[in-house]
């Protein structure tokens, strides 16, 4: 048996897969802005041959492919808006975990630096307010 044939129609199937579509995805256009889509796109391929018996005829040949597509994150260009505020990424992974905790000590933290220099601010014009002697 010849191996090239299974490995021929495995990978015609599979190129049949890879487009950019899959990829990347459809562009979606809004009045205001445009929305694109982005995927992880992973496959694996492998093909074998056997023979048995002193002659090589009895034997057999195979080959098999996977592909998976995940979303991952959303590209959205604001229209009209120019510069790093008229891109967006969105992320449509959900988060891990630790990653979530990650993400709340550092949104406390934030909230903790904004509410020491609101403070420090009020202090600062409160003690310019005071007539001197």
Known sequence: MDIQDPIK???EEIRKV???ENVIGEVIETEDKV???VTKFGM???AGMGESGTNGQ???AGAGGGAGIEPVAMVVVFKGVSGPDGVKVLSLKSADPLARAISEV???VMDIVKESRKSKDSATTEKKE???E
Do not use: K, Y
């Open 18 to 20: 890879l487009n950019i």
């Open 44 to 46: 694996a391929f492998g």
């Open 35 to 37: 929305m694109i889509p």
């Open 130 to 132: 005071e007539p001197t």
């Open 106 to 108: 550092g949104s406390t």
């Open 9 to 11: 129609t495995t990978v």
């Open 58 to 60: 009895n034997g057999g």
